[in-house]
């Protein structure tokens, strides 16, 4: 009985373990929304990182979060910087570290609570005619052996947020 109990055990700890060794390290989640309006006044609004406010679901989660705002919004270098007491938002910032004129950016985030880690975002946008824009968001992460395994579980709760957040601004830049 004892033997059978040390084999479940081990098993239980074990199979976690080796599913985390053949899991991929890096996560790749792709959103994507048309909105009814041109592409440039789609650009202007999603390269102003402070619009997040009025549509990211992160950010609206805790109404008492801290904002704090470094440099030129929308341009190389500006920083977008938060921190709230709720777990589920937590502490970090994100950095504009490139813009293509017309087409989109890409952030680094950088996660300091509840946990420490650094992951990159890019939005991109195409014209589908004159007044209808696709947004792409694509989010990746990366996480060392044996997280990956909270990082795969985590994968659609994440994807379900960020189709959330393009929703929003579907909506937001839609009723304008």
């Given at each position: 009985?004892f033997?059978?109990?040390?084999?479940i055990?081990a098993?239980?700890?074990v199979?976690?373990?080796?599913?985390?060794l053949i899991?991929?390290n890096?996560?790749?989640?792709?959103?994507?929304?048309v909105?009814?309006?041109?592409?440039d006044?789609?650009?202007?609004?999603i390269?102003?990182?402070?619009?997040?406010e009025?549509?990211?679901?992160?950010?609206m989660?805790?109404?008492?979060?801290?904002?704090?705002y470094?440099?030129?919004?929308?341009?190389?270098?500006?920083?977008?910087?938060?921190?709230s007491?709720?777990?589920?938002?937590?502490?970090?910032?994100?950095?504009?570290?490139k813009?293509?004129?017309?087409?989109?950016?890409d952030v680094?985030?950088?996660?300091?609570?509840?946990?420490?880690?650094?992951?990159h975002?890019n939005?991109r946008?195409?014209?589908?005619?004159?007044?209808?824009t696709?947004?792409?968001?694509t989010?990746i992460?990366?996480?060392?052996?044996?997280?990956?395994?909270?990082?795969?579980m985590?994968?659609?709760?994440?994807?379900?947020?960020?189709?959330?957040?393009?929703?929003?601004?579907k909506?937001?830049?839609?009723?304008?």
């Amino acid at each position: 009985m004892f033997l059978i109990i040390i084999i479940i055990v081990a098993a239980l700890v074990v199979t976690p373990l080796l599913m985390a060794l053949i899991l991929p390290n890096e996560f790749v989640m792709i959103s994507e929304i048309v909105i009814e309006k041109p592409e440039d006044e789609v650009f202007e609004y999603i390269i102003r990182l402070k619009n997040q406010e009025n549509y990211s679901k992160w950010v609206m989660a805790d109404p008492k979060v801290q904002l704090d705002y470094r440099g030129t919004d929308g341009t190389v270098g500006f920083v977008a910087a938060w921190k709230s007491n709720m777990k589920n938002v937590g502490e970090g910032e994100q950095e504009i570290t490139k813009v293509i004129d017309g087409e989109g950016y890409d952030v680094e985030i950088r996660f300091k609570k509840p946990f420490k880690g650094v992951s990159h975002a890019n939005v991109r946008i195409k014209a589908l005619s004159d007044y209808q824009t696709q947004v792409t968001t694509t989010f990746i992460t990366y996480s060392a052996f044996p997280s990956n395994l909270m990082s795969a579980m985590m994968k659609s709760i994440l994807l379900k947020d960020m189709d959330q957040n393009s929703a929003n601004l579907k909506k937001v830049l839609e009723k304008n």
